[in-house]
DNA sequence: GTCTATACAGGGATAGAC
DNA sequence: GTCTATCCCTGTATAGAC
């Protein structure tokens, strides 16, 4: 058993910063000093700061379809597997609340950087989307399923930019109450 | 009529700035740019770039003020005043598909600064809750009438992030419409 | 592979002339 | 009120020793 390569701790260590603190807010002298190591030293894993933004966002993809697969895996119906989804919210609570979505921050902080990434950090929300249609499509809602998928993505997306702005647990708990009541009665 | 004081122009233009670009990103030389003033000349007129921001949120805070203000005078009934809301998503489509929601941004932006003004950002939210509480309330929904307010914040913020994501015009119309129509359909 | 030293640009902020 | 000049710090990035 290696100790995990130097390369991979700064790309674990810039995804949790990049989600905590914001991408550009994020130096490399604030990287370095949580791995103790030298800010030279990143020069000889990645050129530029964009090209380890770029390798984060890889990692959450990997993660993400890594997820994807445990809950179909853990959830026998597709009701079920959306409602894994919906859950997120109290899942991840503790650090939704100070961080917010790490999917939907991360775009919107790359819209307004008008930076070259966005379209690499949006096929993170597709990857949701195309899983929750999948779902749908299961459910028998062929003729909708894309709509659903995307209303299923805002209702959560709204959601957690609220309850990251009030520090609010329980409309965030309740939301998610509401969201799997509606797929309870939904196509019944 | 005098010209506007430079105050205010620094105030407009960082108030634009802060929305495109978002706040850390935008630096004293982007605004002295824009308004062909030296950057020396702010601390004339401000202290910190913090006070700047300040600044700014208070005078969204009182054009969202009266803005609301409008809406009353302009629909006479709480569902026509709601229907106001819903629709900035598609009166305000060319920049919110840039630049998404500005009141979410903000806020979700100060949260990952950890900045001292987020609270003052927040305002914003609760300026729009708690109208639309009131609003829900003259509907004749006393009992629940934070719990829709929050609602129909968390849907428009939702589809804000979706459809700057994706800038996806079809997508934002579509969900204005089907707010609309819910709210049509509710309490009847 | 990792370090130190350093270059260079850009940030916020101050001093003082006009 | 507005400017220029300047300070100091931090940011990314490079060079080269170890």
């Given at each position: 058993m290696t100790k995990p390569a130097t390369r991979e701790q700064i790309i674990e260590t810039a995804d949790r910063l990049f989600y905590q603190q914001g991408f550009n807010h994020t130096s490399f002298s604030d990287i370095a000093a949580q791995l103790n190591?030298?800010?030279?030293?990143?020069y000889y894993h990645f050129q530029t700061k964009d090209d380890i933004l770029q390798s984060v966002i890889e990692a959450r993809l990997e993660k993400t379809r890594e997820m994807l697969k445990r809950w179909e895996e853990e959830a026998s119906t597709p009701k079920a597997r959306i409602k894994k989804y919906m859950q997120i919210l109290n899942t991840n609570w503790d650090k939704i609340q100070y961080y917010g979505c790490p999917v939907g921050t991360l775009c919107t902080e790359l819209a307004k950087l008008n930076h070259a990434s966005l379209p690499e950090a949006n096929r993170l929300f597709t990857l949701f989307r195309n899983w929750l249609r999948e779902q749908f499509i299961q459910l028998g809602?062929?003729?909708n399923a894309d709509e659903l998928a995307m209303q299923v993505l805002a209702w959560s997306q709204g959601v957690a930019t609220l309850a990251n702005a009030f520090a609010d647990k329980k409309f965030a708990q309740q939301e998610v109450r509401k969201m799997c009541n509606w797929l309870d009665n939904y196509n019944k």
């Open positions: 190591i030298s800010r030279g030293n990143f809602c062929e003729e």
